[in-house]
């Protein structure tokens, strides 16, 4: 089969692997849509990987050995996160916190191939309705705002900001404005500003061209934000975002970053600010992430190219240039 390999400083190999085949609890799904991460950077650009990178993918079970659910033609999600099962925080559906955490697509080969080898466990069926496309969107890229969103506790006509329009950010206005609030959206460009609107953010701002304090005075009439969201993972933003919260205001930390430096008398004294951060979705939540695709949540506009295998490298080329939305590599 085709497979895809990071060799490192953004050199990419496709070449032919064997294909894998399952033993006992294992599956092997046909990939039809594994889309590109941010997350893919930092291997992508950096050091390379020595296993098939893709962990947001969605396919079709093609192969099984000894299963216990898991049937031949079964229309999969597939999450990244390969865990023990039984401690705490697996019982708990917080799989990422499973000290037996290895990750599809980082520890072990992912789906930026045509077959990818998987735990059954990691497979959750999809129903007919639900494209492969959306599906390989909903276990990462809808999944992580998702819950970012859940946690913050919006309330309807909140005031809202979320810095980076990218597809975290624009997940996350999207769902926070099914919780009935109002999103600003601020980002260093302007195109990505452009579909944040075309979204429904309002207002948007460029933190580059625009006054963000003066901005976010004017729009909440002095009082600042009820939640900021930073989507980008700079401490530069999350300064500028806890700048205009409001006060008892929370800030959520979804994009990565290394650094942070709070004032406790300013921040979490005189103005009693919630800061927290959140990585993933909690497995139960699959079900929500369906209902809301169903009541007609457009995840797939937010799709703006699609390649076969055979074409990845042009895929990564429009990924690392930026000015697109989510880009997939899809079968054919
Ligand atoms: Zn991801
Ligand atoms: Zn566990």
């Not at 000290?99 to 072990?108: N, S, V």
């Amino acid at each position: 089969m085709l497979a895809l390999h990071f060799l490192g400083d953004g050199k990419l190999e496709i070449k032919d692997v064997p294909r894998p085949e399952p033993k006992g609890r294992e599956v092997v799904v046909k990939v039809k849509s594994a889309s590109i991460c941010g997350t893919d950077r930092e291997n992508l650009l950096g050091p390379g990987q020595p296993t098939i990178p893709g962990h947001e993918n969605a396919g079709e079970i093609v192969a099984v050995d000894k299963p216990a659910t898991a049937r031949v033609g079964d229309r999969v999600a597939v999450n990244c996160h390969v865990t023990c099962g039984h401690c705490e925080h697996c019982l708990n559906g917080d799989l990422y916190f499973c000290p037996e955490l290895k990750a599809i697509g980082f520890d072990r080969d992912g789906g930026y191939a045509e077959y990818l080898l998987a735990p059954e466990a990691c497979c959750t069926p999809i129903p007919e309705d639900i494209s492969f496309e959306t599906a390989s969107l909903l276990v990462d890229m809808l999944g992580t705002p998702f819950r970012a969103v859940k946690r913050a506790r919006l309330v309807p006509g909140a005031q809202v900001g979320i810095w980076g329009a990218g597809p975290i950010g624009l997940g996350a206005l999207m769902v926070a404005q099914r919780f009935g609030a109002r999103v600003a959206v601020l980002d260093l460009s302007d195109s990505r500003l452009a579909m944040a609107k075309a979204f429904g953010a309002d207002p948007v701002i460029n933190p580059g061209k625009a006054d963000v304090k003066q901005a976010v005075a004017d729009w909440t009439g002095g009082r600042g934000l009820d939640v900021g969201f930073d989507c980008v993972g700079h401490e530069r933003v999350a300064m500028q975002a806890l700048d205009v919260l409001k006060k008892r205001g929370t800030l959520v930390v979804v994009g990565v970053s290394h650094k942070l430096t709070l004032n406790p008398w300013e921040h979490l004294i005189c103005r009693e600010l919630t800061i927290f951060g959140t990585r993933n979705f909690n497995a139960r939540e699959f079900d929500g992430m369906i209902g809301l695709v169903r009541s007609g949540l457009p995840l797939e506009k937010l799709i703006t190219h699609r390649f076969p295998l055979s074409r990845a490298v042009e895929a990564f080329d429009v990924f690392r240039k930026g000015e697109c939305g989510k880009v997939l590599i899809v079968e054919g």
